[in-house]
């Protein structure tokens, strides 16, 4: 039998309010000691790309356009969903209110929401890159990304919104706060957001890269054996080139995205199937996207390299 007095309640006034999760304070410590590095390297390496491409002129350009924005987006997961999400882990009283519970849901599906519309720019900006390069400078012009970016935040703030106020009721129970959750509505509602927020952005990006891949085949086939003798020729191979590996990059990262994403879908509809911890697991996973971004262009950007070293050694304006 478990003795009253090892049983701790989140309201001091009996068994009606919800008890607390006691872990040992070794492991209370060392998770969160865990979780806080992992905000601050998220939030540290996206403010990397962010002073990157807004500093240094030669990199405004419209694909470094999306890069940016994709940082703004996974520096406000580092900063805001990350350690919210930790303590609603950590904790098992939700001590926040109901405001900063409606706050924290908001900003979560608003930076998926971003995030894939993000993905979705890029694939149509690599599209155009990799399929029509000749006209790609003229179709694609810094002040028309930027115009498309930002129409792109304007309707997933909007929509958020909206959701949220009219068709998601955010739920904190009065005797009980052990959770702050969405109450599920409508399930037309639910059925239609999945289909605008998921498998419309989804299903575009796939279908764009699969036919950018089927062209770069046929490119990386032709290109030399036609025009490889020229001087022109070669400028045409090193910009094919070019584009390709810039294709190849960002197709990484939208996989990237979706190998952290399709787990935690399955565990949505599927969640009875999974044991507590893989379910935490697997919960946390999307946040993991946004440490792996900036770690990617690290990688397979030698601007990225060039440009953090400037930053982190202070010669921005020697730079």
């Known amino acids: 039998m478990e003795k009253h007095e090892d049983v701790q309640y989140c309201f001091?006034?009996?068994?009606?309010?919800?008890?607390?999760?006691?872990?040992?304070?070794?492991?209370?410590?060392?998770?969160?000691?865990?979780?806080s590095l992992f905000s601050a390297v998220t939030v540290f390496l996206n403010v990397l790309v962010i002073?990157?491409?807004?500093?240094?002129?030669?990199l405004h350009t419209p694909?470094?356009?999306?890069?940016?924005?994709?940082?703004?987006?996974?520096?406000?997961?580092?900063?805001?969903?990350?350690?919210?999400?930790?303590?609603?882990l950590m904790e098992s009283c939700w001590g926040f209110g109901e405001y900063f519970c409606v706050f924290q849901i908001y900003v979560t599906l608003l930076c998926t929401s971003l995030s894939l519309?993000?993905?979705?720019?890029?694939?149509?900006?690599?599209?155009?890159?990799?399929?029509?390069?000749l006209l790609y400078h003229s179709k694609i012009t810094t002040t028309r990304m930027m115009c498309c970016i930002s129409i792109t935040w304007c309707c997933c703030i909007i929509y958020?919104?909206?959701?949220?106020?009219?068709f998601v009721n955010v739920h904190v129970p009065s005797r009980c706060f052990n959770e702050c959750f969405i109450v599920e509505g409508s399930i037309w509602v639910n059925i239609i957001d999945?289909?605008?927020t998921m498998v419309v952005p989804c299903s575009i990006i796939i279908t764009l890269y699969m036919k950018i891949f089927v062209v770069a085949r046929s490119?990386?086939?032709?290109?030399?054996?036609?025009?490889?003798?020229?001087?022109?020729?070669?400028?045409?191979?090193?910009?094919?080139k070019s584009e390709r590996k810039a294709t190849k990059t960002l197709a990484i990262v939208v996989v990237n995205y979706f190998c952290c994403w399709i787990p935690f879908l399955f565990v949505f509809f599927f969640s009875f199937l999974i044991v507590n911890l893989l379910l935490v697991i697997i919960g946390f996973l999307p946040l993991v996207n946004s440490l792996i971004n900036p770690i990617i262009y690290a990688f397979f950007y030698p601007w990225f390299k060039v440009t953090a070293k400037h930053i982190l050694t202070l010669n921005l304006r020697r730079s």
């Not at 002073?51 to 030669?58: C, D």
């Not at 519309?117 to 390069?133: E, F, H, K």
Request: charge should be positive; aromatic fraction near 6%.
């Open 12 to 35: 001091q006034d009996g068994n009606s309010s919800c008890r607390k999760a006691l872990l040992s304070t070794s492991i209370y410590i060392t998770l969160y000691i865990f979780f």
């Open 194 to 196: 999945l289909v605008v």
């Open 63 to 88: 694909t470094n356009l999306l890069i940016l924005s994709l940082a703004v987006s996974d520096l406000l997961v580092g900063l805001i969903v990350i350690p919210v999400v930790t303590v609603a």
């Open 117 to 133: 519309g993000n993905l979705v720019l890029i694939s149509i900006d690599r599209y155009v890159a990799v399929c029509d390069p």
């Open 160 to 166: 958020r919104a909206a959701i949220i106020k009219n």
């Open 219 to 240: 490119q990386a086939r032709n290109v030399f054996s036609k025009e490889a003798a020229s001087v022109s020729g070669v400028k045409t191979v090193r910009a094919n």
């Open 51 to 58: 002073i990157s491409i807004s500093h240094f002129k030669q």
